[in-house]
């Protein structure tokens, strides 16, 4: 697309990728954002909050669009809008097991369509923006500044470090609340503290891959991961890995063709998820087990 | 607009002197009973998660139909009603799913990228770029006049379905493993629910647009379940709300037009459902302070 194309030369080819500066501004953003993702994303999964985290991933959309439309930074706009949708969706008790009916999802899928539909009504009093439109949806990194991998990298350390100082009684918390709340831990408190983390990383996620796809990055390496391995560290370290590995291969494949890097991004990981599910099924029946009873 | 203002009955009928009003309203009532039908049960069920997810894969076949040269609504139909029956092949409504679920939607949302990309790309000009907007925030005001129709005739089937099933559909969500024991066929239900919904999707899409489709399904139906206990009445309270709200919706962005009717209709809608909670709310602090009156100390 920019350079002078994809060659049998991968030095040649890794020299071309880096050659301009945005590229490189792009691949350090890029594998800041893969690392927040992942780690935030492994716990999302774990808590069976795939919903919440798409709606907080998709609420991206309308804050953007408001600061576009205001004047102001993006930056508020992304992560004033998650992290305010985190707050209403963590106000919502959640839904137990064995409920007959519970509020939550409702809830949680009111958010998301009024959300979107303030992004409409955002862009249609701006008026006239429809190429970064596209961008803001489906992902842009082209024009990555400086700057803005700053911010990236300060939100990501802060983001990072609180959950580092909570990851083990929100890791008690998520595997077992009845328990982890006899033994006294705040397990409401660290419910709405998650949440409130899951909306800062959707808001990081979301400069790169686009609102709409920033579940992909969310999601598909840290089902992968607990697809390989039930041991939580390593799983996270997984989760980490293929997150970085999945978008490393979808900008560098994303600049030498003219396609969205939100579409490589999915692909990638849908692969990485596919073979995880393979490698796990061919492992239980190398070892004569039948996968079904794996489970059970 | 200043004869909305002057006298109401004038206003709607200046308003509904409009053709391309009249084809929104139609349709838009049409929709709104269907979505307000179904997403009882998908409240009910707590499968709002899948709501989401076709709202999603109606984009992607949308332009893929779009991409491939063919008519938008073959695209539309076929890849909500197959994904709905995909969903209800992968199991049981345990939020275990819900993974797997994100993990497909996200990959086809990524292939809708890919798609809308392949269609602007081959087009001139901004064409491209506003039909994308416009499956995934919807043009109301844009529909024909047989659109319009062939909408409202399948809004209607929906509705006459839904409305039939009703009762076992009910038995089955509320607790399955009763409603099997006594004969009830519940994984069919679970599909008959499943392909009914995708339709709806594919129908709403084409009023409120993918992204905002989840307003309609979840917020009245949400309200609903707020206001009242009783099942039937919920039921139809859910498609009064929808209908409400796509009537309020439709006619704010034709009196404001810079507003677009699907903010209006999903914004009513959400205004809707927080007025429930918010009278709940209020209701049961007072219903608690009149049955358990303070102890007097005496």
């Known amino acids: 697309m920019l350079g002078t194309g994809l060659t049998w030369n991968l030095r040649s080819d890794v020299h071309q990728l880096f050659e301009f500066h945005f590229m490189v501004n792009a691949f350090r953003a890029g594998t800041i954002v893969a690392v927040l993702a992942g780690a935030i994303g492994w716990y999302m999964v774990l808590r069976r909050q795939a919903f919440a985290g798409h709606t907080l991933a998709v609420v991206a959309f309308p804050g953007a669009a408001a600061a576009i439309w205001l004047g102001i930074s993006v930056n508020f706009g992304y992560f004033g809008a998650c992290i305010a949708a985190a707050v209403v969706i963590a106000a919502v008790p959640r839904a137990n097991a064995g409920q007959t009916y519970s509020e939550e999802s409702a809830v949680i899928g009111t958010v998301q369509a009024f959300a979107l539909a303030c992004g409409v009504l955002f862009v249609s009093l701006y008026g006239g923006f429809l190429n970064s439109l596209t961008g803001l949806l489906f992902g842009t990194f082209l024009g990555i500044s400086n700057r803005q991998v700053v911010t990236l990298l300060v939100v990501a350390a802060a983001v990072l470090v609180v959950l580092a100082a909570v990851a083990r009684p929100l890791f008690f918390a998520t595997v077992d609340s009845d328990v982890a709340q006899a033994r006294g831990v705040p397990v409401r408190l660290l419910s709405v503290l998650f949440l409130v983390l899951l909306g800062c990383a959707a808001a990081e996620v979301s400069q790169i891959t686009g609102v709409l796809l920033v579940f992909a990055l969310l999601v598909m390496p840290a089902a992968s991961a607990q697809q390989l391995t039930a041991r939580p560290a390593v799983g996270f370290a997984i989760t980490i890995a293929l997150a970085v590995g999945i978008t490393w291969t979808g900008l560098a494949v994303a600049y030498f063709s003219v396609y969205p890097v939100g579409f490589f991004v999915t692909t990638i990981g849908m692969a990485c998820y596919l073979l995880s599910v393979a490698i796990r099924y061919s492992a239980a029946y190398v070892t004569r087990r039948a996968p079904r009873r794996a489970v059970a | ?298």
């Open chain 2, 1 to 298: 607009m200043s004869t909305l203002a002057a006298n109401p009955f004038a206003g709607i009928a200046h308003m509904l002197s409009h053709p391309f009003l009249r084809y929104a309203f139609l349709a838009g009532t049409g929709i709104a009973i269907a979505s307000g039908l179904v997403g009882y049960f998908i409240v009910l069920r707590q499968q709002v998660f899948t709501g989401d997810a076709l709202s999603h894969v109606a984009f992607t076949g949308a332009l893929a139909a779009l991409a491939a040269g063919i008519n938008l609504r073959i695209g539309l139909y076929g890849a909500c009603i197959l994904f709905a029956l995909l969903i209800a092949a992968l199991g049981n409504r345990g939020s275990g799913d819900d993974t797997t679920i994100g993990i497909v939607f996200a990959w086809i949302l990524g292939l809708g990228a890919f798609f809308l990309t392949i269609y602007t790309t081959s087009r001139s000009g901004t064409a491209g770029g506003t039909t994308g907007i416009n499956v995934l925030f919807g043009s109301i005001f844009g529909l024909s006049r047989s659109a319009a129709q062939t909408n409202a005739v399948l809004s209607l089937l929906v509705a006459v379905a839904v409305i039939g099933l009703a009762r076992p559909l009910l038995f089955a969500s509320i607790d399955d493993n009763v409603a099997g024991a006594r004969g009830v066929p519940v994984r069919a239900l679970g599909f008959a629910l499943l392909f009914l919904v995708g339709v709806t999707a594919a129908q709403a899409t084409q009023a409120v647009g993918a992204l905002l489709l989840l307003g309609l399904l979840a917020a009245p139906a949400g309200a609903a379940q707020r206001l009242t206990a009783r099942p039937f009445t919920a039921m139809w309270l859910s498609a009064a709300i929808a209908l409400l709200s796509v009537w309020t919706g439709l006619s704010l962005a034709y009196a404001a037009p810079k507003i677009p009717p699907s903010f209006a209709i999903v914004a009513t809608a959400t205004a809707i459902y927080l007025g429930a909670i918010l009278v709940t709310k209020c209701a049961r602090v007072f219903r608690v302070s009149i049955a358990e009156p303070c102890p007097v100390p005496s």
